[in-house]
């Protein structure tokens, strides 16, 4: 059995308090660290524990911090809450519950990058989480753990909340912070890397929500005990959201390496109505799918699921029941990166374009010979090709779908209808 | 103005002046709050107030989607066509409430207490279907909750 970082406390009408928090042992792991560890002490714990970021592309946190010059003259972090990765809803959890662990976590973060002004960048759709948020934000204040000199330990930091506007983009990091600098979210060009030159061109960590919340459990356990959790190369535990066609959605934190079929099968009920699976997009909209055969063996981490040529992602695992049209289900996700392409690059931003204009001529019943090469070649023309990683992402889904169920696709151009009755739910 | 100007000011007062441009956002937000839609006139206000040049904030106003550029109802409902909520019937639920209120995905009914918007993922995939009513998320929708819900909306 392992141990919990997050649900380890019965969730109750006043247990995101500052003093729930408290009494959970909260706040003293910044007291420790404050009062006994250098800076660089809190980034080797961080290190040595081999957490890897929580959002998406699974980075080791501590060598993202190691890249930081510590003594540039300004240097930020920035908190990645701009939660939108369809099948994703793990942070909100974090706010709603246990948002002190969060800025707990932002505080030791800031602490050892020598962070004077951190900002949190929470997507603007949330509300419960956001209100949360900012009276956990109030009490910290009030308490001292924020703002001029820390405890007495002559360290200073702020923490500054912002609501997005409702930009899926905004979740890549230097459109998050494109943003905080208050312009419309444009992804840059990388190199210059944001821990050399990312808000406001200064030395820049963006973490997310998740990965700082790890933080304050790792200071008062120890690297070790947090390492001792998960695999070997993949260690801690991972909250993952369950969505889609199971009898019980819903959010678990298990230990990374966790076999995807007991979490389908046995903590998620199966599937739902006693249907049979189709397939499981393991870590949010943007990965590519999984069929029966491989969650089979499939554990949830990020090595094991590179085998299966997929990724980790955020912990969105989407479980699909037979009988649904995927040539549809496709459609609903071209249709949302099409909408979420920022304009910037003309691969992503037309080609997004194209590609739903296809996909939803097919569904329609007008598709043609040739539909899928063309879908093909606008996918290559795509990857690669684009600032940021969204032209990736909707490419991937893309590629996926019409590999894996050529023959859904074939027959509906062909017959002009589904094979499934166009079918997305049960 | 003056009661923006109070919350401009106020927010203000607790930004250093090298993160002046991060007031943007929040800016436009408390705009919108207070006026409902936004238009040129309002970007040019901030963009004057944090002497940043117009053309930022104008960009920032109109690629954002939650900066409302068209007035919208007394209620905004915002229903979300996600793959989590499709596969759990968020089709049919937009048919459904679009059938109820007489209007498209888009529209606002003539009376002005409600416009429908088809928005991407809520982060509620584990509780879908889900909608977001101005600010309130419901979650776990069926067509009797929706009908429920919207009666019980003055």
């Not at chain 1, 800031?110 to 900012?134: K, Q």
């Not at chain 1, 598709?367 to 023309?381: A, N, V």
């Not at chain 1, 019409?402 to 017959?415: A, L, P, S, W």
């Amino acid at each position: 059995m392992s141990e919990k970082i997050f649900f380890n406390f019965p969730v109750t009408a006043d247990s995101h308090t500052l003093a729930a928090y408290k009494k959970r042992g909260g706040y003293q792991a910044l007291e420790t660290a404050l009062k006994t560890m250098q800076p660089i002490d809190v980034e080797k714990e961080v290190m040595a524990s081999g957490l890897r970021g929580r959002g998406g592309a699974g980075f080791p946190t501590g060598s993202k911090w190691s890249f930081v010059n510590k003594k540039a003259p300004v240097v930020y972090l920035c908190c990645n809450a701009d939660e939108g990765e369809p099948g994703t809803f793990k942070d909100r959890w974090i706010f709603e519950h246990s948002s002190h662990q969060l800025i707990e976590g932002m505080i030791l973060a800031s602490y050892a990058l020598n962070v004077r002004n951190a900002f949190i960048y929470i997507r603007g759709e949330f509300d419960l989480p956001y209100r949360r948020l900012m009276e956990a934000m109030s009490e910290v204040y009030q308490a001292g753990y924020l703002g001029e000199n820390i405890l007495g330990s002559g360290f200073s930091c702020d923490i500054r909340v912002m609501q997005g506007g409702g930009a899926y983009v905004c979740g890549e990091e230097s459109s998050l912070y494109t943003s905080i600098e208050g312009f419309k979210g444009y992804p840059r060009n990388k190199p210059p890397f944001p821990a050399v030159q990312g808000l406001y061109k200064a030395p820049t960590v963006v973490n997310n929500v998740e990965t700082l919340a790890n933080v304050p459990w790792i200071i008062a356990n120890g690297a070790k005990a947090f390492s001792a959790m998960g695999t070997e190369k993949h260690p801690g535990t991972k909250l993952f959201g369950v969505s889609g066609h199971v009898a019980k959605p819903g959010l678990h934190e298990l230990p990374l390496g966790y076999p995807l079929k007991k979490l389908i099968y046995e903590d998620c009920g199966g599937i739902l109505n006693g249907k049979q699976l189709k397939a499981v997009i393991p870590g949010g909209s943007s990965t590519p799918i999984l069929l029966p055969k491989d969650v089979e063996t499939a554990n949830l981490d990020a090595e094991c699921l590179a085998t299966f040529r997929t990724m980790l992602g955020s912990g969105g695992v989407i479980v699909i029941s037979e009988g649904i049209c995927m040539v549809r289900l496709l459609q609903v996700l071209s249709r949302f990166y099409a909408h979420e392409s920022c304009g910037q690059c003309t691969p992503c931003r037309e080609g997004s374009a194209w590609m739903n204009d296809i996909i939803s001529r097919i569904v329609a019943g007008k598709g043609s010979k040739g539909d899928l090469e063309s879908l093909e070649r606008i996918t290559k023309g795509i990857m690669g090709n684009t600032v940021c990683a969204l032209g990736d992402a909707a490419s991937m889904p893309v590629i996926n779908f019409i590999t894996k169920f050529r023959t859904e696709f074939d027959y509906y151009i062909e017959h002009g209808r589904s094979m499934n009755d166009g079918r997305l739910e049960i | 103005m003056s009661c923006i100007e109070d919350k401009f000011a106020q927010l203000r007062a607790t930004y250093p002046k090298e993160l002046n441009s991060s007031l943007v956002m929040p800016f436009l937000r408390i705009m919108l709050d207070e006026k409902k839609h936004l238009g040129e006139s309002d970007a040019v206000f901030i963009a004057t107030y944090l002497d940043l040049p117009p053309m930022q904030v104008k960009e920032a106003l109109t690629w954002y989607t939650m900066f409302y550029r068209q007035p919208v109802g007394k209620h905004v409902i915002k229903i979300c066509r996600n793959i989590a909520c499709s596969l759990m019937g968020a089709e049919r639920l937009i048919d459904h409430i679009s059938a109820k209120l007489g209007i498209k995905p888009g529209e606002t009914t003539p009376d002005g207490r409600f416009t429908l918007l088809l928005v991407e993922c809520l982060a509620s995939c584990g509780t879908a279907p889900a909608m977001q009513i101005d600010d309130d998320y419901h979650e776990q929708l069926t067509e009797g909750t929706i009908d429920q819900i919207l009666k019980g909306l003055s």
